[in-house]
C-alpha cells in the first residue's frame, strides 16, 4: 500500500530565504506526483505536476524534483515571500483509475 | 478555459440528517471525476471517481454514495449523516485520455455533523 509523508509537518522562515519542501513515497511504481497549494478553509491550487519519466519540472520560483528510484520528491522555493504561506501537499498518481494519495503537507509561514 | 463548482460551500447538520453535495466542471467534456474527504489531522482520502455517465467506483466503505447524472456533474450523498462524516468535501476534474493527468480541485464544502 502506498504511504506518503511529508517532513517537516511545519515550517517558519523569514522572507527571502530559499526553501526545501520534501516528501518520500514507499512504492516507487508511481505514474506522476502532484504538488498543490492550500491555504486556510480552501481548495488545492495545483503547482506543478511531475511525469513518472521526469527529473524536475520549473515554475516560477519553484522547482520540482523527482527520484523515483529513492521514493523522493523535493519542492524548491525561491526567495520566499509571505504570500507563499499555505500548506503544501504532494500527491503521488498511481491508484487504479489514476487517482491521488495524498501526504498530510507542510504547512509553511514567510515572515515579513 | 475550465472551471468548477462546489456548492454548497459550507454545512451544518444534525446526525441522521440527509446529505446532497454538487459538484459541476465547465469547459471540458466527459472528465474523470473524484470525490475526496479531508478531515482533521488526516489527509485527504479519496471516496469515489467516475469515468463516465452512471459510472461510480468507491475505494473506501462508508455511510456516502456518489452519482453521475449528467457529463459534468457529480453528486455525493447519504441517508443519514454521523459525526464522522464531517470534514471539507473536495471535488476534483481531470482529462479523460490517460489515466494520470493533472488533477484541477474545487473550492471544496466545509460539512460539519452535529
Known amino acids: 500500500k502506498q504511504e506518503v509523508t511529508q517532513i517537516p509537518a511545519a515550517l517558519s522562515v523569514p522572507e527571502g530565504e530559499n526553501l526545501v519542501l520534501n516528501c518520500s513515497f514507499t512504492d516507487s511504481a508511481i505514474y506522476n506526483l502532484q504538488w498543490f497549494r492550500q491555504d486556510p478553509g480552501k481548495g488545492l491550487t495545483s503547482l506543478l505536476l511531475?511525469?513518472?519519466?521526469?527529473r524536475e519540472q520549473t515554475s516560477g520560483r519553484l522547482n520540482a524534483s523527482l527520484d523515483k528510484s529513492s521514493g523522493r520528491s523535493t519542492l524548491y522555493i525561491a526567495a520566499s515571500q509571505p504570500g507563499d504561506s499555505a500548506t503544501y501537499l504532494c500527491?503521488?498518481?498511481?491508484?487504479?483509475?489514476?487517482?491521488?494519495?495524498f501526504g498530510k503537507g507542510t504547512k509553511l509561514s514567510v515572515k515579513p | 478555459s475550465q472551471t468548477i463548482h462546489q456548492w454548497p460551500a459550507t454545512l451544518v447538520q444534525p446526525v441522521g440528517s440527509p446529505l446532497s453535495l454538487e459538484c459541476t466542471v465547465e469547459g471540458t467534456s466527459n472528465p474523470n471525476l473524484y470525490w475526496y474527504r479531508q478531515a482533521a489531522g488526516r489527509g485527504l482520502q479519496l471516496l469515489f471517481y467516475?469515468?463516465?455517465?452512471?459510472?461510480i467506483s468507491s475505494e473506501v466503505p462508508q455511510n456516502l454514495s456518489a452519482s453521475r447524472p449528467q457529463d459534468r456533474q457529480f453528486i455525493l450523498s447519504s441517508k443519514k449523516l454521523l459525526l464522522s462524516d464531517s470534514g471539507f468535501y473536495l471535488c476534483?476534474?481531470?482529462?479523460?485520455?490517460?489515466?494520470?493527468?493533472?488533477?484541477?480541485f474545487g473550492p471544496g464544502t466545509r460539512l460539519t455533523v452535529l
Open positions: 476534483a476534474w481531470s482529462w479523460a485520455s490517460g489515466l494520470y493527468n493533472e488533477q484541477f
Open positions: 511531475i511525469q513518472s519519466s521526469q
Open positions: 500527491a503521488v498518481g498511481g491508484g487504479s483509475q489514476g487517482n491521488l494519495i
Open positions: 467516475s469515468v463516465g455517465i452512471g459510472q
